[in-house]
């Protein structure tokens, strides 16, 4: 399964729960957008618990190589994050559909640092 991975860092408190936003504005085509109910996994453990999975319903700004960057409505995938082992950096994998014609499918994975409260 190819993956990219965002240049986007998250980063939380092992307390913490925690909204995470991974844009895929930069592999979407023109004019195409997220449809569908993302897939959002840990990737080697079961630390992290990921609900609330969606695509964004209104322009949201992330923080993307320390730059503050908006992505439009439809461009980045959505989730909570709650647990973790303070000291362990994970790799969260997702993937989404589009409303391309044809539909495509679109992975990404995104990096969480969790650190001690």
Same mark, same amino acid.
């Given at each position: 399964?190819?993956?990219s991975?965002?240049?986007?860092?998250q =980063?939380?408190t092992?307390?913490?729960?925690?909204?995470?936003? =991974?844009?895929?504005?930069?592999?979407?085509?023109?004019?195409?957008?997220?449809?569908?109910t993302?897939t959002?996994?840990?990737?080697?453990?079961?630390?992290?618990?990921?609900?609330?999975k969606?695509?964004?319903?209104?322009? /949201?700004?992330?923080?993307?190589?320390?730059?503050p960057?908006?992505?439009?409505?439809?461009?980045?995938?959505?989730?909570?994050?709650?647990?973790g082992t303070?000291?362990?950096?994970?790799?969260?994998?997702?993937? =989404?559909?589009?409303?391309?014609?044809p539909?495509?499918t679109?992975?990404?994975?995104i990096?969480l640092?969790? /650190?001690?409260?």
């Open positions: 399964m190819p993956s991975l965002a240049p986007q860092r =980063c939380k092992a307390s913490e729960v925690r909204n995470v936003v =991974c844009s895929f504005a930069n592999k979407l085509d023109s004019g195409e957008l997220l449809t569908g993302p959002v996994v840990e990737v080697t453990t079961t630390n992290l618990t990921l609900s609330n969606a695509t964004n319903s209104a322009a /949201i700004t992330l923080f993307a190589d320390g730059r960057v908006t992505v439009a409505i439809g461009q980045a995938v959505q989730f909570n994050v709650v647990g303070a000291g362990t950096e994970y790799t969260i994998r997702i993937s =989404c559909g589009t409303d391309a014609s539909a495509q679109l992975y990404g994975s990096k640092r969790v /650190i001690a409260d």
